[in-house]
T-cell receptor, first 114, second 116 residues
Framework: NAGVTQTPKFQVLKTGQSMTLQCAQDMNHNSMYWYRQDPGMGLRLIYYSASEGTTDKGEVPNGYNVSRLNKREFSLRLESAAPSQTSVYFC?????????????FGPGTRLTVL | AQKITQTQPGMFVQEKEAVTLDCTYDTSDQSYGLFWYKQPSSGEMIFLIYQGSYDEQNATEGRYSLNFQKARKSANLVISASQLGDSAMYFCAMREGETSYDKVIFGPGTSLSVIP
C-alpha cells in the first residue's frame, strides 16, 4: 500500500496563477482532509470530506476549493494564488479502527507563491 | 476562538527522563476524541495516540500515555524514558463530535528537545 500520496512535492507559482494539488489514498478510507502548515505553526484545516460526494469547510477555507472526485481522491484548487498561501499543504485520510479514529498523512506539498 | 491550547512553545528534557506535554481543549460536544502527533524535522506527521471522550481508561501506546482529565478538559501527553529520537514538534488534535463527521483540528504545537 502506498498510503496517502500527494503531487506535486514542490511548486512555485506567481501571484494570480492557479493550480490543483492532488491527493490519493489506497486504504479505502471514508474521510479525507486538507491542512496547511505555516512555518513554526500547527496545522490548520482547510476543507474536509466525510465521504465521497461531500465536502465541508474547515478553519481557513477562503481562497480554496476542493473536489472529492471519488473515494480515493481529494483535490485542492487555488484559483488565484496569493503570497499568503505560501505554505506546506498536507492531505490526510482517516478511518475508525479498534482504539479509535486513526489519521494518516501524506508527505506534504511545499508551495511558494511569489 | 482557539479550541486547542498548548501553552509550552518549547520544552527540554534529559535523556531517559519522563516529560509531560500539556494540552487543553474546548468543546461542547459529549462525544469527541483527542490525538497526539509527532512531527520530526523531516516534516512527516506521525500518529502517536488517541483517546475517546467515553474511554474510561487513559490511552497508552508503548512509551506514550495520555493523561485524560475530562472535567479539566485536558489531555496531556506523557513520554516515559525520553530518547534522543523524541526531539520533534508535538501536536495535540481534537476530533469534534457527533455532527462534525470526523473533523479534526490541531493545536499550535510544542517543540521538544531531548538533551543527552
Amino acid at each position: 500500500n502506498a498510503g496517502v500520496t500527494q503531487t506535486p512535492k514542490f511548486q512555485v507559482l506567481k501571484t494570480g496563477q492557479s493550480m490543483t494539488l492532488q491527493c490519493a489514498q489506497d486504504m479505502n478510507h471514508n474521510s479525507m482532509y486538507w491542512y496547511r502548515q505555516d512555518p513554526g505553526m500547527g496545522l490548520r484545516l482547510i476543507y474536509y470530506s466525510a465521504s465521497e460526494g461531500t465536502t465541508d469547510k474547515g478553519e481557513v477555507p477562503n481562497g480554496y476549493n476542493v473536489s472529492r472526485l471519488n473515494k480515493r481522491e481529494f483535490s485542492l484548487r487555488l484559483e488565484s494564488a496569493a503570497p499568503s498561501q505560501t505554505s506546506v499543504y498536507f492531505c490526510a485520510s482517516s478511518q475508525w479502527a479498534a482504539g479509535g479514529l486513526k489519521q494518516f498523512f501524506g508527505p506534504g506539498t511545499r508551495l511558494t507563491v511569489l | 476562538a482557539q479550541k486547542i491550547t498548548q501553552t509550552q512553545p518549547g520544552m527540554f528534557v534529559q535523556e531517559k527522563e519522563a516529560v509531560t506535554l500539556d494540552c487543553t481543549y474546548d468543546t461542547s460536544d459529549q462525544s469527541y476524541g483527542l490525538f497526539w502527533y509527532k512531527q520530526p524535522s523531516s516534516g512527516e506527521m506521525i500518529f502517536l495516540i488517541y483517546q475517546g471522550s467515553y474511554d474510561e481508561q487513559n490511552a497508552t501506546e508503548g512509551r506514550y500515555s495520555l493523561n485524560f482529565q475530562k472535567a479539566r478538559k485536558s489531555a496531556n501527553l506523557v513520554i516515559s524514558a525520553s530518547q534522543l529520537g523524541d526531539s520533534a514538534m508535538y501536536f495535540c488534535a481534537m476530533r469534534e463530535g457527533e455532527t462534525s463527521y470526523d473533523k479534526v483540528i490541531f493545536g499550535p504545537g510544542t517543540s521538544l528537545s531531548v538533551i543527552p
